[in-house]
């Protein structure tokens, strides 16, 4: 049986971050940066990389002609993004805007499914697909009267024999003299009120 500290050894888990930031980064900042982190009891950090000056960094929406520094750091305590981008503001002096952190699962994963799903229009300006059976209970549907051979020559025998047609106010005998006006009311009959 093993004990509790192999456990607790066994489930040790670090916590590794992908981090760029627009603009560069100097030697300086860095140094604080990892200074700041060992607060999280940090593992390693790798050295930063830098890519050339863009017109328009990737992942950074907005920013025009900067290069983008790039790092990855592992940490044994967890670490919200909040706090982080808290931390690498206050150390690189680069607002929220030119720095990006994401977690290492989420980077590789996307590095892994890049490229894997052709990106599709949207379906609304794809016209639809042409099925012949569609087509076909369309028309059937428009038609009902084909679509059911003798539909209209349909009789059933009912149990106690047919009922008797059901009668309505036409069935009803009409006058011949008009409900307004042939008639003239009776009058009552004023008598004097002065007596």
Known sequence: MKSFKQYLT??????S????????CDAECVKHMEEQLGRYDIIKMTEPKTTPVMEDPL???????????MFEVELNYPASADELYALIEECSRKPKS??????????????????SMPEEGPLLEKDYDTCPEATAANEAYAKPEEAIENAGDAKFEV???STPKA???????????SPVGSTENKKPDVKSAAR
């Not at 971050?17 to 560069?24: L, M, N």
């Not at 980077?107 to 892994?112: C, I, L, M, V």
């Not at 009668?167 to 003299?177: R, S």
């Open 159 to 161: 149990a106690g024999g």
């Open 59 to 69: 992942d950074f929406p907005g920013v025009k002609n900067m290069e983008v520094c």
């Open 98 to 115: 030119q720095i990006k952190v994401i977690t290492k699962h989420f980077a590789d994963s996307w590095e892994n499914n890049e490229g």
């Open 167 to 177: 009668k309505t106010t036409n069935d009803l005998p009409q006058g011949d003299k």
């Open 17 to 24: 971050y992908k981090i760029k930031v627009a603009g560069g």
């Open 10 to 15: 066994e489930s040790s888990q670090t916590y």
